[in-house]
């Protein structure tokens, strides 16, 4: 039972980022956003990218839960550690490269 607390510690937290960050909050909180200058942020359309972010870490609190507890029931617990591990991070890279597209800046080659 003791292998459920970091899973729903994980899941209860991709919750909150998608539930409590907003639009207010996100120049302090986003990792990139909030290091940006003003005039880089006008350039950033946040309103969608939120959109996109918080339901992206919605889905992912109630995904990773049953990716692992599906894993779970067909392997060990070393191995649905493993592939629980691996799909938050593929997760991850896909937030990433997807939220290249919210950055309004021009194409460098023309």
Do not use: C, H
């Amino acid at each position: 039972m003791s292998i459920y607390y970091p899973v729903i510690f994980v899941s209860a937290l991709y919750y909150a980022i998608g539930y409590f960050i907003n639009e207010e909050n996100s120049k302090y909180l986003l990792s990139g956003y909030n290091t940006m200058s003003d005039e880089e942020r006008k350039k950033f359309d946040i309103e969608n990218y939120l959109i996109f972010f918080k339901s992206f870490f919605k889905q992912q609190s109630l995904i990773s839960f049953l990716i692992f507890q599906i894993s779970y029931l067909i392997f060990k617990v070393e191995e649905s550690l493993i592939f629980w591990s691996i799909y938050i991070t593929i997760a991850i890279v896909y937030l990433v490269v997807k939220s290249q597209k919210f950055n309004k800046k021009p194409p460098l080659i023309k």
